[in-house]
Structure formats: C-alpha cells, structure tokens
C-alpha cells in the first residue's frame, strides 16, 4: 500500500497516512504524476503531484510502491492545505493565544475545552482595557464598556444569549454541545473584531500608531 504522510486538511489528524488510490502519469512528463489519496482517519480525500527523485524507481507509478513513496517521489504540496487557524488582526497576544487554543480546541470537536479557551479570551481581553473596575464580573465589566462607549448596545445585548460567563468550562457540571461552542466562537470573533480589529485598522489607514487597547469615551 502506497502512503504519504500528511497532517489531515478534513480532521484534527497529525501525521496521517494517506493511501494512495489513484494516479495518473502527466502527458508529456513521464517523472511527474497527478494522485489522488484517502487519509487513514476520516477517509477524506487530497490531491497532489508526485514527482520523480530517485532513479531507483524509474518507470515505476506511485500507487505501485509499498509504505512511503517520499523521498521517491517529491511532494510539494497537496490540495485541499489545512487551514491555518487565525485571530482577528490586533488582537493582543494574551488574547490571540487563547482565542486560538479555541480555535484548535474547536476543530477538534472539544467542546469544553473551546468553551473555556473563548471564555478566558473575553475575559483576559475585557480586564485589559482602560478603566474597567478590577475585581469585576465579566458582565460587569461588559456593562462598563457599554456605558463607556467601549462596546455598542448589541454587543452588550447580544452576550445574554449566549453562555459567556461562568466557572471555567472544564470545571462546569454540565456538558458543553457543539451549538454551545458555536455561538460563543462567532461571539468571541465578534467582540475581538470590533475593539480590536476594527480601531486597529483605523489606525493603520490614518497612519497612527498600534494601541494595546482600545480608546473608551
């Protein structure tokens, strides 16, 4: 059985064996070949080229080969590439850190664990601004960003209806669903694109200089 060796763009696999289940010789190039294979974990599929690197297996399609066709065959790259998980631009590192733990946590259908990750990126990002009381609540500090200007009215609306605050997720006596992480994800994304991305990008189109956060008032 013919492999590559890929972290999966379909599921949280690392490392994955991909069976190679077709290939093609390209017209004109007999060291180049199109592929196609299955990754061992969830069965999705990628495409990719195979190109010929060691004289050992001229004439020789990919498919044919058993265990690893690399260093054999060069592998660039494949289609679908996993995608890179991302942060709202300006978002402060604590804060990018956290959100991203979520982000992976989220990819991975943990569902506590992304919960509590998005959970403590509000809660690092609401402590970090000019002002906010110390020792508050997540919804108290939400309600003295609204009164401050630091946050619209929606927002602060908004935080009601999803499940924001409460003792970190891992510790809750109730199990966290999909739809649970779901909302407070786009929430989160939301919140940190309006006080961080969105006066950062301001900034940047009038030239100013980055703030660590943003201005209330």
């Known amino acids: 059985m013919a492999v590559i060796l890929r972290n999966c763009p ?3 696999a690392e490392n994955s064996s991909f069976q190679i289940t077709w290939n093609a010789q390209v017209p004109a190039q007999g060291d180049l070949w199109n592929c196609c294979a299955v990754c061992g ?3 999705g599929p990628i495409c990719f080229r195979a190109k010929q690197s060691d004289l050992s297996v001229a004439g020789q399609q990919p498919a044919a080969l058993a265990g690893n066709i690399e260093p054999m065959f060069a592998v660039p790259s494949i289609w679908p590439g996993r995608v890179e998980l991302t942060a709202p631009t300006h978002t402060p590192g604590p804060v990018k850190a956290r ?3 979520g982000e992976d946590a989220f990819t991975r259908g943990k569902w506590n664990s992304a919960v509590a990750m998005y959970r403590s990126a509000l ?3 609401t402590k970090a601004m000019i002002g906010v009381p110390a020792n508050a609540t997540f919804f108290k500090r939400l309600e003295w960003l609204h009164e401050n ?3 619209t009215p929606d927002i602060r609306s908004w935080a009601d209806h999803v499940r924001v605050e409460g003792n970190a997720a891992l510790h809750d006596p ?3 669903a ?3 992480a779901k909302s407070l994800r786009f929430f989160t994304e939301m919140f940190l694109r309006y006080v961080f991305e969105l006066p ?3 900034r940047a189109f009038r030239g100013e200089p980055q703030q660590a956060t943003p201005p209330l008032g």
């Open 41 to 43: 974990g969830c069965n």
């Open 149 to 151: 200007h630091g946050i």
């Open 178 to 180: 999909e739809d649970d």
């Open 200 to 202: 950062g990008e301001v």
């Open 10 to 12: 379909h599921c949280p």
């Open 99 to 101: 959100f991203l733990e």
């Open 123 to 125: 809660d690092i990002a």
């Open 174 to 176: 109730d199990e966290f």
